[in-house]
């Protein structure tokens, strides 16, 4: 029987292309013929506004999934709605801010599956996801995946950026799966909510999001 899977993506520290990768992995799993939804719970509306945008370009275009924002500042509106997205059989992408203290975001992150938590190979943005990472796992279930992303392929082979590296490994590792890199490149500079993915852009996502999708898919496969 199909169920309600709901993996949300989260990151302490901004700039790490959260959004970004919400809306694409929504892209990839349209794909890979899994029924999609997508949620906004930041209350910046990121990907809600972004949708906006899109359809005024492409306004005949064809919607791939759904873009529900998701009011967190009213706790007993996030309790409803994730009630309601419990009993549906349907893959549900929740976009949320990284804040572990706020009661209605503690809501989502109890009922989610998977966590998907991007971060960038520095020093500072492992720390600070290693941080994140075990206070969510000290009071939350989700399966987490840490996704290494803009990882610039010039930079990379620099010494800050392989220790950067192990330290992931060796930290986030106990935590949850540590994912290929997403590379910074220019078929990654921008992002669509409506546009499929090209050849090029699916090659660089692929590695990264096909350990997360692929258990995903066996639930709506089978």
Request: charged share 25%.
């Amino acid at each position: 029987m199909k169920r309600s899977v709901k993996v949300i993506t989260t990151s302490i520290k901004g700039g790490v292309g959260k959004t970004q990768i919400c809306a694409t992995q929504a892209l990839y799993m349209v794909e890979k013929g899994i029924p999609v939804k997508v949620i906004d719970a930041d209350i910046q509306q990121s990907l809600s506004r972004h949708r906006q945008r899109d359809l005024e370009v492409h306004p005949d275009e064809w919607i791939p999934y759904s873009v529900d924002f998701l009011n967190t500042t009213d706790i007993n509106m996030v309790k409803a709605g994730m009630e309601m997205i419990s009993s549906l059989p349907c893959c549900f992408l929740i976009d949320c801010p990284g804040n572990i203290s706020d009661q209605a975001l503690s809501v989502i992150y109890r009922a989610a599956d998977y966590a998907v938590i991007p971060f960038e190979l520095n020093a500072d943005s492992v720390d600070a996801t290693v941080m994140f990472a075990e206070v969510f796992k000290a009071n939350f279930s989700a399966k987490m995946y840490f996704v290494p992303n803009k990882v610039s392929p010039i930079y990379e082979k620099r010494g800050e950026v392989r220790k950067a590296r192990e330290d992931a490994e060796a930290a986030l590792g106990k935590l949850g799966i540590v994912t290929p890199d997403i590379k910074m490149t220019t078929h990654l500079n921008g992002y669509s909510t409506l546009e499929l993915l090209d050849r090029d852009k699916r090659r660089h996502i692929l590695d990264a999001f096909h350990p997360i999708v692929e258990p995903i898919w066996k639930v709506y496969n089978r």
